[in-house]
């Protein structure tokens, strides 16, 4: 059982935004520096967002993190079709020295 | 650009082990560490460990401990798990990734346990 949780489930339609948290606690997001992770379906996750709030090359600056105390926030502007995938905020955790992925989100473009 | 290459797809009885390779390419391989992790069918993702080839250090998450084996062959570029004593619940895909952010990921190797 994830240690990080996520809502299941955001949609909105095309050209919209969606914001999907990721709630924790003060050993892991608290502590430490969160990623984001887009899963397009049957493929290996992708890295979105490093370091709370950084993009890798090539991520466009419609994926935005943010990070405020023991959660975290991915925020997609101008929602795609290709969007639609399933996201995992994921981190360090202190106590159990371990890394933790969220519980994961489904991201559906109505 | 570092590139992960995972080995195929392994069919296992209960009980059997299985062993997963990861050959990288691009980068230096010493420069950095090697996580695995997996998803079973259906759910989400799961961290079992990590090792550093300059090292040969490695940790793995308590459930696994006693079970899972990472190594690392710096003369190849390649990072192997071995899972033991496996059970249907082991069924899953197996992915390796680059330290500490998991900015690379190999395609996945699907493990299935099954008698």
């Known amino acids: 059982q994830s240690v990080l949780t996520q809502p299941p489930s955001v949609s909105a339609a095309p050209r919209q935004k969606v914001t999907i948290s990721c709630s924790g606690s003060s050993s892991n997001i608290g502590d430490n520096y969160v990623s984001w992770y887009q899963q397009l379906p049957g493929t290996a996750p992708k890295l979105l967002i490093y370091?709370?709030?950084k993009r890798p090359s090539g991520i466009p600056d419609r994926f935005s993190g943010s990070k405020s105390g023991t959660s975290a926030t991915l925020g997609i502007t101008g929602l795609q079709t290709g969007d639609e995938a399933d996201y995992y905020c994921g981190t360090w955790d202190s106590s159990l020295s371990v890394y933790v992925f969220g519980t994961g989100t489904k991201v559906t473009v109505l | 650009q570092v590139h992960l290459v995972q080995s195929g797809a392994e069919v296992k009885m209960p009980g059997s082990s299985v062993k997963v390779s990861c050959k990288a390419s691009?980068?230096?391989?010493?420069?950095?560490?090697i996580s695995w992790v997996r998803q079973a069918p259906g759910q989400g993702l799961e961290w079992m460990g990590g090792i550093i080839p300059s090292l040969g250090t490695s940790n793995s998450v308590r459930k696994f401990q006693g079970r899972v084996t990472l190594t690392a062959d710096e003369s190849t570029g390649t990072a192997y798990m071995d899972l033991r004593s496996l059970r249907s619940e082991d069924t899953a895909v197996y992915y390796c990734a680059t330290d500490p952010i998991f900015d690379y990921w190999g395609q996945g190797t699907l493990v299935t346990v099954s008698s």
């Open positions: 691009g980068g230096t391989f010493s420069s950095y560490s």
């Open positions: 370091d709370n709030n």
